[in-house]
């Protein structure tokens, strides 16, 4: 028998506008933290080479609770 167990929870999709509302952050600043690997990458939602992106909800809470985790302790170290 497999015990292994499967994540139930519902998957949120974020566009583009609710992840800037959401982390105050701008659509260049984003891509330019993508770029450099400090970002969430966007997961395809179609096919072809115009398809639209969404960032799934629980990165985008992830990379937050990241960045107040970082700004609490250089804040300490200050």
């Known amino acids: 028998m497999n015990t292994?167990?499967?994540?139930?929870?519902p998957i949120r999709?974020?566009?583009?506008?609710?992840?800037?509302?959401?982390i105050g952050l701008g659509r260049s600043t984003i891509y330019l933290h993508m770029q450099q690997g400090t970002f969430p990458k966007p997961i395809r939602l179609g096919s072809g080479g115009a398809a639209a992106v969404g960032w799934l909800e629980h990165e985008i809470d992830a990379w937050l609770h990241e960045q107040v985790s970082k700004s609490r302790v250089s804040s300490t170290r200050a």
């Open 13 to 22: 999709i974020l566009r583009r506008p609710e992840v800037e509302k959401r």
């Open 4 to 9: 292994a167990t499967i994540d139930t929870s």
